[in-house]
């Protein structure tokens, strides 16, 4: 099959969450299968031009947006066999410091950026006659991808056969602008309505993916059932339902080969399950890396996060003083609202030898506070997926989370009566439910033999990407059958 993966970031290119590392390793796995899959992406000032060796294709891109024409040209790189990557370079646009937007919110030329991608894949595909069956989109910014191929190009050769898949990573950013973008891509008004692509006045990309996509799916299965709600549906509930007979729950997998504690280059020591010295090592090494109080019995729970309001910040604030008296350290790696920059610093200064706080994004901080903390704290208000939970399992780092979208699949609850558990839950979005689970870690971790059981269960457990690729290249297949016989029928 051939596989043109489009997305606004991908390691090892440029990431900023979770999305980054999905289109960094589905791709590749899939082409490791046998399928020719082409990656693009927008060329950013992140990409590292050092690193990979660039070709910079002969035909360039004319991409109409409303009235006028803009240029764009095309570097490939061949990441492995079959999986070739391409980006798209259009200065103005992408050289910028940020992907998105800066710390006063996104960037205000967003929709005509992403509209600009959207029709690049396309024309792009047609200049290096990609021919895809599949053209798999992902979350808002190639949300009018699908848009296009059912209406401006249903009847190009080569593209209008090719079934596209939209994949949700997080349904709260959808892509919303206002109408007065609508004429920049070039589709009619007659798609500006609650049908298609409107959404209370404003246009929806997100939108657009969701009713145009040949097949939806979102990374996990039971956030797949929260965004059919109205509490977790962020206004667009009734769409997912109505498109339900082609909505999957897909969980992301993991890429062991970046986030495992037996290769991970950026720790202090390497280990596995059958040797967890390396493991103490890091743990001291992550207290002398924040300045704590370097005991090694102390319990130290660690956070990597966006700091924004989806993740449970406030939870964690809203507790400080009360896990602070608890004896146990806390780190966390964030970097998004600007109020919890403050609040946590804050807890830093107030707790030097127990709370230790850095605020930027820093991958090899990441992984060390992966391998040296005890426990890792996800309290999410929602989740669609969260992969650094399903890391900390492999780093025998046992979570802590609140049972929400792919949080309650991967994690099972450790309790006197399931000792089967791989980590610790609760429910209730509530400081005191947080508490008490973090209590109920606590009373576990003193108890060493339990412990060492707990989180061997964890860093046993296989999430990698091969099981997640197979459903995908599933719907690939059901998606594709499903195409021909209604074109076979019309
Ligand atoms: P989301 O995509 O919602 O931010 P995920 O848990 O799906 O959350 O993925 C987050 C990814 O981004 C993980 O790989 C995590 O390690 C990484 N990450 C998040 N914040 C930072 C940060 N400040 N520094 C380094 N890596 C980060």
Redesign the pocket.
Same mark, same amino acid.
């Given at each position: 099959m051939k596989i043109l993966f489009a997305t606004s970031e991908a390691v090892p290119f440029a990431?900023?969450?979770?999305?980054?590392?999905v289109s960094g390793a589905l791709p590749r796995v899939l082409a490791q299968m046998g399928h020719e899959v082409t990656l693009i992406l927008p060329k950013y000032r992140q990409v590292n031009e050092k690193r990979f060796k660039l070709i910079k294709k002969k035909v360039g891109l004319q991409v109409p947006i409303a009235q006028k024409i803009e240029e764009a040209e095309v570097y490939s790189v061949e990441l492995a066999p079959r999986f070739n990557a391409l980006l798209v370079r259009q200065d103005t646009y992408y050289q910028r410091d940020q992907l998105y937007g800066t710390i006063n919110g996104d960037f205000e030329d967003n929709a005509e950026r992403f509209i600009f991608f959207s029709r690049s894949v396309l024309e792009a595909a047609l200049a290096l006659e990609l021919q895809p069956d599949i053209i798999h989109c992902n979350d808002w910014q190639t949300g009018l991808i699908p848009v296009y191929l059912k209406t401006l190009y249903r009847y190009v050769p080569s593209l209008g056969q090719a079934a596209s898949i939209f994949t949700i990573? /997080?349904l709260a950013y959808q892509g919303l602008f206002w109408h007065y973008d609508m004429p920049m891509t070039n589709l009619g008004w007659e798609l500006f309505t609650p049908q298609a692509l409107e959404f209370y006045g404003k246009i929806n990309f997100l939108k657009g993916g969701t009713v145009f996509a040949d097949a939806v799916t979102t990374v996990s299965r039971r956030y797949m059932e929260e965004i059919q709600t109205e509490e977790f549906g962020c206004g667009l509930d009734g769409i997912f339902r109505d498109r339900r007979e082609d909505l999957y729950g897909i969980l /992301?997998g993991v890429d062991y080969g970046e986030w495992s504690p037996e290769v991970d280059p950026f720790i202090k020591q390497r280990y596995g399950p059958s040797d967890l010295k390396g493991k103490r090592e890091c743990k001291a090494d992550l207290q002398r890396e924040f300045r704590l109080a370097t005991k090694e019995d102390v319990p130290l729970i660690g956070s990597?996060?966006?700091l924004a309001e989806?993740?449970g910040i406030d939870l964690i604030g809203a507790d400080m003083e009360k896990m602070m008296e608890l004896g146990l350290q806390f780190v966390l790696?964030?970097?998004g609202e600007e109020k919890y920059h403050l609040q946590f610093q804050k807890f830093s200064e107030k707790y030097p030898q127990q709370v230790g706080v850095k605020i930027?994004?820093?991958?090899a901080?990441?992984h060390k506070i992966e391998a040296g903390a005890d426990m890792f704290l996800?309290p999410s208000r929602y989740?669609?997926?969260?992969?650094?939970?399903i890391?900390s399992l492999k780093y025998g780092t046992v979570p802590i989370v609140r049972a929400t979208g792919g949080l309650d699949d991967t994690i099972q609850d450790f309790t006197p009566t399931n000792l089967e558990g791989n980590g610790f839950k609760f429910g209730d979005y509530s400081p005191s439910c947080l508490l008490e689970t973090i209590k109920r870690a606590l009373q576990v971790y003193r108890n060493k033999i339990t412990w060492e059981k707990l989180l061997l269960r964890g860093m046993s457990a296989d999430f990698s990407w091969e099981q997640s690729a197979r459903a995908y290249l599933k719907v690939y297949q059901e998606t594709l059958a499903k195409k021909k016989n209604r074109n076979g029928k019309e």
């Amino acid at each position: 099959m051939k596989i043109l993966f489009a997305t606004s970031e991908a390691v090892p290119f440029a990431k900023t969450g979770g999305l980054g590392d999905v289109s960094g390793a589905l791709p590749r796995v899939l082409a490791q299968m046998g399928h020719e899959v082409t990656l693009i992406l927008p060329k950013y000032r992140q990409v590292n031009e050092k690193r990979f060796k660039l070709i910079k294709k002969k035909v360039g891109l004319q991409v109409p947006i409303a009235q006028k024409i803009e240029e764009a040209e095309v570097y490939s790189v061949e990441l492995a066999p079959r999986f070739n990557a391409l980006l798209v370079r259009q200065d103005t646009y992408y050289q910028r410091d940020q992907l998105y937007g800066t710390i006063n919110g996104d960037f205000e030329d967003n929709a005509e950026r992403f509209i600009f991608f959207s029709r690049s894949v396309l024309e792009a595909a047609l200049a290096l006659e990609l021919q895809p069956d599949i053209i798999h989109c992902n979350d808002w910014q190639t949300g009018l991808i699908p848009v296009y191929l059912k209406t401006l190009y249903r009847y190009v050769p080569s593209l209008g056969q090719a079934a596209s898949i939209f994949t949700i990573h /997080n349904l709260a950013y959808q892509g919303l602008f206002w109408h007065y973008d609508m004429p920049m891509t070039n589709l009619g008004w007659e798609l500006f309505t609650p049908q298609a692509l409107e959404f209370y006045g404003k246009i929806n990309f997100l939108k657009g993916g969701t009713v145009f996509a040949d097949a939806v799916t979102t990374v996990s299965r039971r956030y797949m059932e929260e965004i059919q709600t109205e509490e977790f549906g962020c206004g667009l509930d009734g769409i997912f339902r109505d498109r339900r007979e082609d909505l999957y729950g897909i969980l /992301n997998g993991v890429d062991y080969g970046e986030w495992s504690p037996e290769v991970d280059p950026f720790i202090k020591q390497r280990y596995g399950p059958s040797d967890l010295k390396g493991k103490r090592e890091c743990k001291a090494d992550l207290q002398r890396e924040f300045r704590l109080a370097t005991k090694e019995d102390v319990p130290l729970i660690g956070s990597i996060s966006r700091l924004a309001e989806q993740k449970g910040i406030d939870l964690i604030g809203a507790d400080m003083e009360k896990m602070m008296e608890l004896g146990l350290q806390f780190v966390l790696l964030g970097t998004g609202e600007e109020k919890y920059h403050l609040q946590f610093q804050k807890f830093s200064e107030k707790y030097p030898q127990q709370v230790g706080v850095k605020i930027g994004f820093d991958n090899a901080l990441a992984h060390k506070i992966e391998a040296g903390a005890d426990m890792f704290l996800m309290p999410s208000r929602y989740e669609p997926c969260g992969l650094n939970q399903i890391y900390s399992l492999k780093y025998g780092t046992v979570p802590i989370v609140r049972a929400t979208g792919g949080l309650d699949d991967t994690i099972q609850d450790f309790t006197p009566t399931n000792l089967e558990g791989n980590g610790f839950k609760f429910g209730d979005y509530s400081p005191s439910c947080l508490l008490e689970t973090i209590k109920r870690a606590l009373q576990v971790y003193r108890n060493k033999i339990t412990w060492e059981k707990l989180l061997l269960r964890g860093m046993s457990a296989d999430f990698s990407w091969e099981q997640s690729a197979r459903a995908y290249l599933k719907v690939y297949q059901e998606t594709l059958a499903k195409k021909k016989n209604r074109n076979g029928k019309e």
